[in-house]
């Protein structure tokens, strides 16, 4: 069992940042591709961001890029999302999830954190 711990989530303005952080336990870090996922209220749970176990690939969904960046630290076993630029559309419960090593897909994730709320005034 892996397990994941978000953190970082609040509130902001619109146009204000955010990042948010994953610490991981349990299973060997470096061995997983890691990802994050948001679900707004009334949607389906979405891709939002993912990279590969050695940091080399990063993936994002279109509605994030230019704004968001993933990155991660091997050495403290824990991910992050930094979100820049963020609208009220980006409110969500975004979820940190750890998948196969690959490329950073995540087409199938394994693991999933519990969850932080980021909400975005307009």
């Known amino acids: 069992q892996m397990n994941l711990v978000e953190s970082g989530g609040g509130l902001v303005q619109a146009g204000g940042s955010l990042r948010l952080s994953c610490a991981a336990s349990?299973?060997?870090?470096?061995?997983?591709?890691m990802g994050w996922f948001r679900q707004a209220p009334g949607k389906e749970r979405e891709f939002v961001a993912g990279i590969s176990w050695s940091g080399a690939t990063t993936k994002y969904a279109d509605s994030v890029k230019g704004r968001f960046t993933i990155s991660r630290d091997n050495t403290k076993d824990t991910q992050y999302l930094q979100m820049n630029s963020l609208k009220p559309e980006d409110t969500a419960i975004y979820y940190c999830?750890?998948?196969?090593?690959?490329?950073?897909?995540?087409?199938?994730?394994?693991?999933w954190g519990q969850g932080t709320q980021v909400t975005v005034s307009s």
């Open positions: 349990g299973r060997p870090f470096g061995n997983y591709d």
């Open positions: 999830a750890s998948a196969a090593a690959g490329q950073g897909e995540m087409t199938r994730p394994r693991y």
